[in-house]
């Protein structure tokens, strides 16, 4: 009896923390729509113990009419379905210098791209242009990817240009949400629309 009890209460405590890491604190940060797609699922992505920045995935709803898990994910990969658009919207709660912010994108997108280095530094200085103040508690950053080949960037509601290389866009969204992204919760919350949860 004392078994199941502790059980119980450990399962219990799993969920508790599972919800609260899905359900981040700053999740009404996210706008409800960007670029016209709306808020699929949100996350947070996490350096050490602290949050960086509240996330969330915008994509068309039938996205996620999927037989099965991996024809779910294949569809939200643009690397691997090659078609409609996805955003990422990250909101920072936490100061974080604009050349660190685009510092730490850019090594998450090196080893997923294969183009060229150029498109690299285009992304990279657009965000940095967009944060000319710095990257306050606040600042959101959008990136649209408007195919698996184009990336629209814009800072705190401030367009800051499109990066067009082959597949920059699939890339980018695959540091989200391709097997090694960046966001166990996004994915988690993703898992949780998917299964209707």
Same mark, same amino acid.
């Given at each position: 009896?004392?078994?199941?009890?502790?059980?119980?209460?450990?399962?219990?405590?799993?969920?508790?923390?599972?919800?609260?890491?899905?359900?981040?604190?700053?999740?009404?940060?996210?706008?409800?729509?960007?670029?016209?797609?709306?808020?699929?699922?949100?996350?947070?992505?996490?350096?050490?113990?602290?949050?960086?920045?509240?996330?969330?995935?915008?994509?068309?709803?039938?996205?996620?009419?999927?037989?099965?898990?991996?024809? @779910?994910?294949? =569809?939200?990969?643009?690397?691997? !379905? &090659?078609? #409609?658009?996805? $955003?990422? *919207?990250?909101?920072?709660?936490?100061?974080?210098?604009?050349?660190?912010?685009?510092?730490?994108?850019?090594?998450?997108?090196?080893?997923?791209?294969?183009?060229?280095?150029?498109?690299?530094?285009? @992304?990279?200085? =657009?965000?940095?242009?967009?944060? !000319? &103040?710095? #990257?306050?508690? $606040?600042? *959101?950053?959008?990136?649209?990817?408007?195919?698996?080949?184009?990336?629209?960037?814009?800072?705190?509601?401030?367009?800051?240009?499109?990066?067009?290389?082959?597949?920059?866009?699939?890339?980018?969204?695959?540091?989200?949400?391709?097997?090694?992204?960046? !966001?166990?919760?996004?994915?988690?919350?993703?898992?949780?629309?998917?299964?209707?949860?």
């Amino acid at each position: 009896m004392l078994e199941m009890l502790s059980s119980s209460i450990v399962f219990l405590a799993v969920a508790i923390l599972l919800v609260a890491a899905v359900s981040p604190a700053h999740a009404g940060l996210l706008p409800g729509k960007a670029g016209g797609l709306e808020l699929q699922a949100q996350g947070v992505r996490k350096k050490g113990p602290l949050k960086v920045y509240a996330l969330g995935l915008y994509s068309p709803s039938d996205v996620f009419d999927a037989p099965d898990e991996a024809s @779910l994910w294949s =569809k939200l990969r643009l690397s691997k !379905s &090659g078609s #409609g658009a996805r $955003g990422i *919207v990250c909101v920072l709660t936490f100061k974080v210098s604009a050349q660190k912010m685009s510092g730490a994108l850019i090594d998450s997108l090196k080893p997923r791209f294969k183009g060229p280095s150029s498109a690299l530094d285009a @992304l990279s200085d =657009k965000i940095v242009e967009g944060c !000319s &103040g710095g #990257g306050g508690k $606040g600042t *959101v950053f959008e990136f649209l990817c408007l195919s698996k080949d184009k990336i629209q960037v814009s800072v705190n509601g401030n367009d800051q240009g499109v990066v067009e290389a082959s597949n920059v866009g699939g890339a980018f969204a695959d540091i989200y949400l391709d097997e090694k992204g960046v !966001s166990p919760t996004l994915k988690v919350d993703i898992l949780q629309k998917w299964k209707g949860e």
